[in-house]
């Protein structure tokens, strides 16, 4: 099914996933116009669009998604709404009020807007964090959208993305103003991977701080399923064309979908030893201290940040959900997507891993000179 034609707005369009998805909606689709949502969309990224935007219209829409009014304004006219931003926070260091404002009552708003403006199809990015791990680090190893498992969310980030996942499905079968319905579904990616990823960076700026080593924070039996950007993009483009097919839309209207890809399961730490081995970056062989340990130091620096909390805000580097998240075998499977929405792995692993490198060696230079500023 075919989105020509249509008016879509991008949602955090001009983040990590936001930009692939555009791009990408720019060269499969001839839709009649794109809209822009974020808080600023420089200049510079409507320009790198200009190779493949054809005749179709870019609008840019900055503002605040807990703005209803622009929200409606955003929304008005248009038929899908691909609503991908949120706050990512995976250590607690963004007050409960800014996340919980921006990932559910941003999301609820964007939910009213479509209703009002009679926008017929929203996909909403959601996490594969709302599933767990939870505390106890039970494992998931290739489970779907049936495995059962028992998990007490304790990231605010997680609780956040579980609440607005759950409005997001809920909306499914709301009358629109016109009478219409509108049809929901959503998208539970892994860790998404890929050219842009700022954690990537991160690790990278770590491991030159460490003479070239890259830290170990998971044990490698703790398998983990990364998914490539421009393969989470993909799933988005086939889960609007399956919302628009009217014998499909009942069948994913009100459900989630894992996505993943054919990237190896291994461990957080390994692959971005794998990603960045052929840089010159080596890995240390042993978690920094024995995991039991690690528990301990967490939770020592969790209550010194409580006492503290009345006087000063101190966000520790690593706390015990963290520390949980990376050390706990979490890997889903994409066939359910594969079956209803069409989905397939556009990126095979090999091609994923080689544009990933080559952009990290592209920034590794900016990256160095950067830490040597500093010093």
């Known amino acids: 099914m075919s989105l020509r034609g249509d008016v879509c707005v991008v949602t955090g369009a001009c983040g990590f996933l936001g930009k692939r998805l555009v791009r990408l909606l720019l060269e499969e689709e001839k839709m009649a116009e794109i809209r822009l949502l974020d808080k600023v969309v420089e200049l510079h990224i409507l320009q790198s669009l200009e190779d493949c935007r054809g005749d179709t219209k870019l609008s840019v829409f900055e503002g605040d998604i807990r703005d209803g009014d622009f929200l409606r304004k955003a929304c008005r006219g248009a038929s899908i709404v691909f609503h991908i931003a949120s706050i990512i926070d995976v250590n607690e260091s963004v007050e409960f009020n800014e996340i919980h404002g921006v990932n559910v009552k941003g999301t609820q708003l964007l939910l009213e807007a479509c209703i009002q403006e009679n926008v017929v199809s929203l996909i909403y990015t959601s996490t594969i964090e709302v599933m767990g791990p939870n505390p106890r680090g039970e494992p998931i190893i290739n489970g779907n959208e049936d495995t059962v498992y028992e998990s007490a969310l304790k990231f605010t980030y997680s609780k956040t993305k579980k609440e607005a996942e759950e409005r997001a499905l809920q909306a499914h079968g709301e009358v629109l103003q ?3 319905r509108l049809a929901t579904c959503a998208l539970r990616p892994m860790y998404i991977y890929g050219e842009g990823c700022r954690f990537l960076l991160g690790h990278m700026g770590d491991g030159i701080r460490n003479r070239n080593v890259l830290f170990r924070m998971s044990a490698a039996e703790a398998h983990v399923n990364p998914v490539y950007v421009g393969n989470v993009a993909f799933a988005h483009l086939q889960a609007a064309r399956s919302l628009k097919d009217p014998q499909k839309r009942n069948t994913i209207g009100g459900k989630f979908y894992f996505i993943s890809d054919d990237t190896p399961p291994v461990s957080y730490s390994d692959f971005n030893h794998i990603m960045m081995s052929p840089l010159g970056f080596s890995i240390q062989e042993k978690l920094l201290l024995p995991l039991s340990l690690l528990y301990i130091v967490c939770f020592c620096l969790e209550t010194l940040c409580t006492l503290l909390q009345p006087l000063v805000r101190f966000v520790p580097p690593l706390n015990r959900q963290l520390l949980t998240m990376l050390n706990t075998p979490f890997s889903f499977s994409y066939q359910k997507a594969k079956r209803d929405l069409g989905y397939v792995p556009r990126y095979s692993w090999e091609e994923a891993r080689k ?17 040597m500023m500093y010093k």
């Open 355 to 371: 544009n990933t490198t080559e952009w990290l060696a592209s920034q590794l230079p900016v990256e160095r000179e950067k830490i």
């Open 178 to 180: 016109n009478g219409g």
